[in-house]
């Protein structure tokens, strides 16, 4: 049973338009999410996090919203790049839980077209 | 760079054969994590440390064992391996800080069982 979903597996966005990335998880005791880019043969790279005390976190080009009620977060980039062409995975972590684990979505590749 | 390296980056081993690889850091972190990477999947937890000689099982431990005898070093063995085991593995580490959760990743190993 997964746990954090990523049901569109791939996504394609022309250049300089938003591209928008969606994740849906069960768990209720999930209070911290991530969002990790992954280019291939490297290993994923943090991209933005944001704490289930807020609703809204922006860093540069990426903004990622979390809506609580509907268990929904997503990860808008804003103009889309040639260079955001990766694999995107959202995870998220129960602070309170041991390990600080973290669960991961099954990705979505994203293609952004000159 | 969170100065992880694993090794080796690549390997291709016959089934029933044992297998182990290597994360090393250099920063001294206290959690360090072992996922594979498969499609559809995102990334699983094998197993993770929370310190020397500390270990704890993630959600795909079977088949697989670690150690961690020093904190640099958080070894991952194969004990049998199978053609199930071919996968791409990911090193990451955690210092966690305030309100910050992000793991860190190595750059992977390819691991092929043939």
């Known amino acids: 049973d997964q746990q954090v979903k990523q049901n569109s597996p791939s996504l394609s966005v022309q250049e300089g338009r938003i591209s928008i990335l969606n994740c849906d998880y069960t768990?209720?005791?999930?209070?911290?999410f991530l969002w990790y880019k992954k280019y291939p043969a490297e290993g994923p790279t943090f991209l933005i996090s944001?704490?289930?005390?807020?609703d809204k976190n922006e860093d540069g080009r990426f903004t990622v919203f979390l809506n609580k009620s509907a268990k929904h977060l997503s990860l808008h980039i804003v103009p889309s790049q040639p260079g955001d062409s990766a694999v995107y995975f959202c995870?998220?972590?129960?602070?309170?839980?041991?390990?600080?684990?973290?669960?991961f979505g099954g990705g979505t590749r994203v293609l952004v077209k000159p | 760079d969170a100065g992880i390296t694993q090794s080796p980056r690549h390997k291709v081993t016959e089934t029933g054969t044992p297998v182990t690889l290597r994360c090393h850091q250099t920063?001294?972190?206290?959690?360090m994590y072992w996922y594979r990477q498969d499609p559809g999947h995102g990334l699983r937890l094998i197993h993770y440390?929370?310190?020397?000689?500390?270990?704890d099982k993630g959600e795909v431990s079977d088949g697989y064992s670690v150690s961690r005898s020093k904190t640099e070093d958080f070894l991952l063995t194969l004990e049998s391996a199978t053609s199930s085991q071919t996968s791409v593995y990911f090193c990451?580490?955690?210092?966690?800080?305030?309100?910050?959760?992000?793991?860190?990743f190595g750059p992977g190993t390819r691991l092929t069982v043939t």
């Open positions: 944001i704490s289930s005390i807020k």
């Open positions: 768990n209720s005791m999930f209070d911290y």
């Open positions: 440390s929370y310190g020397v000689k500390d270990t």
């Open positions: 920063e001294n972190h206290r959690y």
């Open positions: 990451a580490i955690l210092e966690p800080g305030d309100s910050s959760y992000e793991q860190y």
């Open positions: 995870a998220a972590i129960s602070i309170k839980a041991a390990g600080n684990k973290l669960t």
